[in-house]
């Protein structure tokens, strides 16, 4: 059970863990979509590097990875942003990376 909930925990922590993706603007108006965090959760990958063992004590390090734009005709620019996640054991071995990418848009897509 404690394997089943640290899988959880991991895979959690890495999809909420981008706090970076805010984005504010000054101007009376403007408005940004993404609701209340000011982005939104794109996509998500994970590699397993090895299987989970019991006991493993992982830790977790986050570094920003690539950044682009596309242009949407509805919501504007589109600015996405790249986010690796590396958790390791408790030797510094690489078990698993985690890759999340959220995405800006320029305006809000009205219905």
């Known amino acids: 059970m404690k394997r089943i909930i640290l899988i ?13 993706a805010k984005e504010t603007d000054s101007k009376a108006g403007d408005k940004k979509s993404g609701g209340s965090a000011g982005g939104l959760h794109a ?18 390090v986050n570094t920003p990875g690539d950044s682009w734009e596309k242009e949407s005709k509805r919501a504007g620019v589109l600015k996405f942003n790249e986010s690796i996640t590396e958790y390791r054991d408790q030797n510094g071995e690489l078990v698993i990376t985690a890759r999340s990418v959220g995405v800006v848009t320029e305006k809000v897509i009205e219905k």
Do not use: F, W
């Not at 959880?8 to 970076?20: D, K, P, Q, V």
């Not at 998500?44 to 493993?56: E, I």
């Open 8 to 20: 959880i925990t991991l895979c959690m922590a890495s999809i909420h863990g981008n706090t970076e």
């Open 43 to 60: 996509e998500q990958h994970y590699t397993y590097h090895r299987h989970l063992k019991p006991g493993d004590v992982l830790s977790a």
